[in-house]
C-alpha cells in the first residue's frame, strides 16, 4: 500500500523559533496533501489543503503566515511554524491523496511538537 | 452538534470478545474513513467505504448510505488491538472527524 512518511517524528523547540515539518508520499505522486492537527483528547482538524505548485487553502481560522505550506513537487509538502509558542504544542499529521481521487487519504504517522 | 458522532467514546473488553464501533454523520459523503491511532499517535488508515461492507483480517466495516450510519466491527479482539479508532469523512469538499473511540482490551 502507498506510504506517507514524516520527519521529524518529534520536536522540542525555545519559543520563538520556527519549525519544519516535511511529508513526504514515498511510492505515489500526491498531488494533493493536508495538515491536521491533534491538540490532547480532541479529534484531528483540518488545517490546510495543498496542491502541488499552487497555493495552500486554509481552514477559517488558521493563520497562513504562521503555518506556511509548501507544496513544491508531487512527493514532499512542508509545514514551517513560524515563531512558535509553547500553545503551538500539539500533533501535527498530514495525508496525501494521489490521482485517483480525493477519497484515497494516506496518512502520516504525524510529527509531536513541544514548543517550551 | 457535529458532523461525525461516534459511540461509544471508551470501550474496555476482554480478549477474544466482539466489538462494534459506532460512527454516525449530519453531511452528504463521498467516502468514509476508519482510522487507528496508537499511543504515541501514528495514525493507520484502516478502511475507506463508499458503500457497502469491506473485511481485512479480523476487521469488518460496514456502512449504510441511506441510513448515514457505519459500523467497525473487531472479531476475536485482542490486546494490540487497543487503539483509539476515528471515523473520517469526506464530503468531497472537506473531511470531518469524530472524536474518536477509545478502546482497551484486556488480557
Known amino acids: 500500500g502507498a506510504v506517507v512518511s514524516q520527519h521529524p517524528s518529534w520536536v522540542i523547540c525555545k519559543s520563538g523559533t520556527s519549525v519544519k515539518i516535511e511529508c513526504r508520499s514515498l511510492?505515489?505522486?500526491?498531488?494533493?496533501m493536508f495538515w491536521y492537527r491533534q491538540f490532547p483528547k480532541q479529534s484531528l482538524m483540518l488545517m490546510a489543503t495543498s496542491n502541488e505548485g499552487s497555493k495552500a487553502t486554509y481552514e477559517q481560522g488558521v493563520e497562513k503566515d504562521k503555518f506556511l505550506i509548501n507544496h513544491a513537487s508531487l512527493t514532499l509538502s512542508t509545514l514551517t511554524v513560524t515563531s512558535a509558542h509553547p500553545e503551538d504544542s500539539s500533533f501535527y499529521i498530514c495525508?496525501?491523496?494521489?490521482?485517483?481521487?480525493?477519497?484515497?487519504?494516506?496518512f502520516g504517522p504525524g510529527t509531536r511538537l513541544t514548543v517550551l | 452538534k457535529n458532523e461525525v458522532e461516534q459511540s461509544p467514546q471508551n470501550l474496555t473488553a476482554q480478549e477474544g470478545e466482539f466489538i462494534t464501533i459506532n460512527c454516525s454523520y449530519s453531511?452528504?459523503?463521498?467516502?468514509l474513513h476508519w482510522l487507528q491511532q496508537h499511543p504515541g499517535g501514528g495514525i493507520v488508515s484502516l478502511f475507506m467505504l463508499s458503500s457497502g461492507k469491506k473485511k481485512h483480517g479480523r476487521l469488518i466495516a460496514t456502512i449504510n448510505i441511506q441510513e448515514k450510519h457505519s459500523s467497525l466491527h473487531i472479531t476475536a479482539s485482542h490486546p494490540r488491538d487497543s487503539a483509539v479508532y476515528i471515523c473520517?469523512?469526506?464530503?468531497?469538499?472537506?473531511?470531518?472527524f469524530g472524536t474518536g473511540t477509545s478502546l482497551t482490551v484486556i488480557p
Open positions: 511510492d505515489f505522486q500526491a498531488t494533493t
Open positions: 473520517a469523512v469526506n464530503t468531497g469538499n472537506q473531511f470531518y
Open positions: 495525508s496525501a491523496g494521489d490521482s485517483s481521487g480525493p477519497d484515497t487519504q494516506y
Open positions: 453531511v452528504g459523503i463521498s467516502a
